[in-house]
């Protein structure tokens, strides 16, 4: 079956530091990937996505690529804000109109 | 972007009552919903596909019984906890693909907190 594994957090970091999250995953064929933020007390909003190999997805100055040689979905950022500071879920999908899997969510803090 | 919107946003309830979440999609026409229900500091644990004009499908280990689901339109699916105990506090948030997507990009409600005294 599918599955996504994402770095555990909490992940603490000074403003203007570089992020990356790590994300894995497992699925047949070739899913769309996706990375989701909730801020706290929130629902989730959809932060990137990419739907086939080597796409780089882009979002307020996140990235991620598909990598499918090594089934992987890395967030990065550049330079960190307070505002980002929240929990991220990587996700996949094979279907159309089919259910997420999400990984285990990493949380997000930068500190001014 | 398509919007879901949930309601009500917050509700605290007594043991023994029921309480009705509803998930609207409001721009858009979606066939099938999720539920979703998230821990604190959890991931969120898909609960049920609801499917418009036929019956809910119910992840393992989840009642059905307890959890009603009725997806009576196709912008409308309903979550009833039935008989609310202490630890079906939680926060609920439901999904919906555009159905036209094909890349199942789904759309999130912002989910509704339930805390049962």
């Known amino acids: 079956g599918n599955s996504v594994t994402q770095m555990e957090g909490p992940v603490t970091l000074s403003e203007e530091a570089f992020l990356t999250i790590n994300c894995t995953y497992t699925?047949?064929?070739?899913?769309?990937l996706f990375w989701y933020v909730q801020y706290p007390g929130e629902g989730l909003q959809l932060l990137l996505k990419?739907?086939?190999?080597?796409d780089k997805g882009s979002n307020k100055g996140f990235e991620a690529t598909y990598r499918k040689e090594t089934t992987s979905f890395h967030l990065e950022k550049g330079s960190v804000q307070v505002s980002d500071s929240a929990v991220y879920f990587c996700?996949?999908?094979?279907?159309?109109?089919?259910?997420?899997?999400f990984g285990g969510g990493t949380r997000l803090m930068v500190k001014p | 972007g398509a919007v879901v919107s949930q309601h009500p946003s917050w509700v605290i309830c007594k043991s023994g009552t029921s309480v009705k979440i509803e998930c609207r999609s409001l721009?858009?026409?979606?066939?099938?919903m999720f539920w979703y229900r998230q821990f604190p500091k959890q991931s969120l644990m898909l609960m049920a596909t609801?499917?418009?004009?036929?019956?809910?499908?119910?992840e393992q280990g989840v009642e059905k019984d307890k959890f009603l689901i009725n997806h009576a339109s196709l912008t409308l699916s309903t979550l009833t906890v039935t008989s609310a105990h202490p630890e079906d506090s939680s926060f609920y948030i439901c999904?919906?693909?555009?159905?036209?997507?094909?890349?199942?990009?789904?759309?999130f409600g912002p989910g509704t907190r339930l805390t049962v005294l």
């Open positions: 990419a739907t086939k190999a080597d």
């Open positions: 699925a047949t064929g070739y899913p769309s």
């Open positions: 999904s919906a693909p555009e159905a036209s997507d094909p890349y199942n990009e789904q759309f």
């Open positions: 996700a996949l999908s094979n279907n159309a109109g089919n259910m997420l899997t």
């Open positions: 721009d858009f026409q979606a066939t099938t």
């Open positions: 609801s499917n418009e004009g036929s019956k809910a499908t119910y």
